[in-house]
């Protein structure tokens, strides 16, 4: 491919060296797939059309104006909303840039004595912006979507950075750090849990954590309201029962499944998740919130009138039990045989924490006896489940893809906070959230 020549915008040196990737799920995957940019290209070749104002666009503004800078002028309208144009101006974005020699000297200079930043994952353009944007970090970026960062290019990449803003399915271990070296300041995850991180090794290192609890509070718990529901009411059988010939006569008893109203919903792990969850339950008319802890924790438990009962007890009386609990060697496992025995035969268990906490083996054993009525997991051990494990045998066990947090909003906040957090960790100030190790 000939390389483009771009007309710069004044300020452009300062991010000449940051890889700018359009990342691309903004992109069109499939064609029932509407993303905010396609629904923008569509409004903006619509508007073309018909002289109206075109809308802001959800590509964040630098890569918006080097985009329009960029020779994509010349590009045929056609192309230029195209898919074949995106994908054209992702690789232009994340190319180094051609630019006159002098200014490529001095900002060359300029842009090698920031510090060094890693990102071992795309993460949504928000967070890019902010990066870019600070001229205060230079950074390399494991520049794909869907395929994690392999570990041996992890250790490679580290080598000598500055910060680190990594996803979940890194671990961050002593390994990594020892590879990563002595600069390393500040890591920041773009997860609220931080059970794939060694807070020891992190702290005896001095570097400092960020992580982004809060900005996805909603989103989870709204997923966990729908996971409830879809499983409690059956939903996945019911529709696979409609699609494929099951929906005979309408009868009196089938595919019948418990409801909210006049239940006990029991939270074990009571947080800023679990009160949000019960905040959305409560307007189903649920009777009454029962937590447990490693201690009671009156005042989140006033917001929602909860009341602290032991682990025997949050078995024994709840109808729904929604596992909101962070992942720890406290934890692991903590939701085995001895707790799903205690539980009644109609009730339904719900995860959307961490798959750790779970014994698998003994939900599929209280799931397939019939000793538990149901289970929703949007998280697993391993992940992904793979797809020959006994739980998708079930009927009465709905398993989401890890997919709680996962609204457009939530996940731009979570890169913008993580982005924010580093910056903050890296000029020695606080950060916006900052795990205390
Ligand atoms: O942020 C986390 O910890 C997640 O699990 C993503 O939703």
Redesign the pocket.
């Known amino acids: 491919m000939s390389p483009l020549r771009l007309n710069l915008p004044a300020d452009t040196h300062r991010s000449m060296y940051i890889h700018t990737p359009l990342p691309s799920y903004w992109s069109n995957r499939s064609p029932l797939c509407t993303s905010p940019l396609n629904s923008w290209q569509k409004q903006r070749t619509q508007t073309h059309r018909e002289g109206a104002r075109v809308p802001k666009s959800p590509i964040s503004a630098p890569i918006f104006s080097l985009l329009q800078h960029s020779s994509a002028q010349d590009l045929s309208l056609e192309m230029w909303y195209g898919r074949v144009a995106l994908r054209r101006l992702q690789r232009i974005a994340v190319a180094p840039l051609s630019v006159g020699s002098s200014l490529t000297r001095a900002a060359q200079r300029e842009m090698s004595s920031l510090p060094r930043v890693y990102i071992t994952r795309q993460i949504p353009p928000e967070g890019l912006r902010i990066l870019r944007e600070s001229g205060q970090v230079q950074f390399d970026i494991w520049d794909s979507d869907d395929v994690p960062v392999p570990r041996k290019e992890l250790l490679k990449k580290v080598k000598g950075v500055d910060g680190l803003v990594c996803?979940?399915t890194e671990k961050i271990d002593a390994e990594l750090l020892d590879a990563a070296g002595p600069n390393l300041k500040v890591l920041s995850?773009?997860?609220?849990?931080?059970d794939h991180l060694s807070l020891e090794e992190l702290k005896k290192r001095r570097i400092r954590v960020g992580?982004?609890?809060d900005v996805?509070t909603d989103?989870?718990a709204e997923l966990t309201v729908a996971l409830l529901l879809t499983t409690s009411r059956r939903l996945v059988e019911a529709t696979h029962e409609a699609k494929t010939g099951g929906w005979g006569t309408w009868r009196t008893l089938w595919l019948c499944g418990y409801e909210l109203a006049n239940s006990t919903v029991g939270i074990l792990g009571l947080g800023r998740i679990g009160v949000a969850i019960a905040e959305r339950l409560k307007p189903f008319k649920v009777k009454k919130f029962i937590y447990t802890d490693v201690a009671p924790r009156p005042e989140l438990a006033r917001m929602i009138d909860a009341e602290y009962v032991s682990m025997d007890e949050l078995a024994r009386q709840s109808d729904f039990l929604a596992v909101c609990c962070a992942l720890t060697p406290e934890t692991k496992e903590i939701c085995n045989k001895d707790l799903f025995s205690k539980m009644k035969n109609t009730s339904i268990f719900i995860n959307?924490?961490?798959g750790g906490v779970v014994h698998q083996e003994d939900l599929y054993e209280a799931l397939s006896s019939g000793q538990i009525a149901g289970a929703g997991l949007d998280?697993t051990v391993p992940e992904p489940l793979p797809t020959s494990h006994p739980l998708f045998t079930l009927k009465n066990c709905v398993i989401l893809p890890?997919?709680?947090?996962?609204s457009y909003t939530?996940r731009n906040a979570?890169s913008a906070l993580a982005a924010n957090n580093l910056l903050l960790g890296l000029k020695g100030e606080p950060m916006i959230k900052e795990l205390k190790l």
């Open positions: 996803v979940l995850t773009m997860s609220v849990g931080f992580y982004t609890p996805l989103a989870v959307t924490s961490r998280v890890h997919i709680a947090s996962a939530t979570m």
